[in-house]
């Protein structure tokens, strides 16, 4: 069974500085790895995705992430955070067929401070 | 504009009462979704449909129902055996290879 691993339930960091979330997966097969961010009371809205190829993905709004399979990890990263980024971000893995049945972490809140 | 629409975006439940949350999609995704959102939980998946006519159970599938008629539109009806409907639901659509696409999601309260 597939599962997703989100270290820290919340992070916090000055306005500026680096962003790193991380997210470690668990897939028997070649998985597809998705992060989403969440503002409160909507929906998830996709950041990135790894399915095959580089393993180095650049999503919207300056973040990426970088698929190591070796650590199992798909970490994301900011090199700037704004005020902006303060949001719930959500990793997810799916078993990478046709079919998108997607597992989630459990979420990190992201805080931003002037 | 292309998207997936849940409506209400909130709803009050009473003790005992069936209710129905409306998923409707116009971007001719085949598989649509339904997710509930807990505070620490992440998101949990309840029922798919992958096919109009065909759905199947998710992880806590217990005390709710869906049905898929047309290919637009996935309800999920919450049931009175749901024990703990309170949650935040989210409903999505991918089609075959792509990625999920949400709404905006319906606020289900019990009073």
């Known amino acids: 069974a597939q599962s997703v691993t989100q270290l820290g339930s919340h992070v916090s960091v000055s306005e500026g500085a680096l962003v790193l979330l991380r997210c470690n997966y668990s897939?028997?097969?070649?998985?597809?790895l998705f992060w989403y961010v969440q503002y409160p009371n909507q929906g998830l809205q996709l950041l990135l995705k790894?399915?095959?190829?580089?393993?180095l993905v650049k999503g919207i709004n300056g973040f990426e992430a970088e698929f190591k399979k070796s650590e199992t990890s798909f970490h994301l990263t900011k090199p700037s955070a704004h005020m902006s980024d303060a949001a719930e971000y959500f990793c997810?893995?799916?078993?990478?067929?046709?079919?998108?049945?997607?597992?989630f972490g459990t979420g990190t809140r992201l805080l931003v401070s002037p | 504009d292309g998207g997936i629409t849940q409506s209400p975006k909130y709803l009050f439940r009473k003790e005992g009462q069936n209710v129905t949350l409306s998923c409707e999609q116009n971007?001719?995704?085949?598989?649509m979704y339904w997710y509930r959102q807990d505070p620490g939980q992440g998101l949990r998946l309840i029922y798919y449909?992958?096919?109009?006519?065909?759905?199947q159970k998710g992880d806590i599938a217990e005390g709710y129902s869906v049905s898929r008629e047309k290919k637009e539109s996935f309800p999920l009806t919450v049931t009175s055996a749901q024990k703990n409907p309170t949650a935040f639901y989210l409903c999505?659509?991918?089609?075959?290879?792509?990625?999920?696409?949400f709404g905006q999601g319906t606020r289900l309260t019990v009073v």
């Open positions: 999505a659509s991918s089609r075959q290879g792509g990625e999920a696409f």
């Open positions: 997810a893995v799916s078993e990478g067929s046709s079919f998108q049945k997607l597992v």
């Open positions: 971007l001719n995704h085949d598989a």
């Open positions: 897939s028997s097969v070649p998985p597809y």
């Open positions: 449909s992958q096919i109009v006519n065909d759905f």
């Open positions: 790894y399915t095959t190829g580089a393993t």
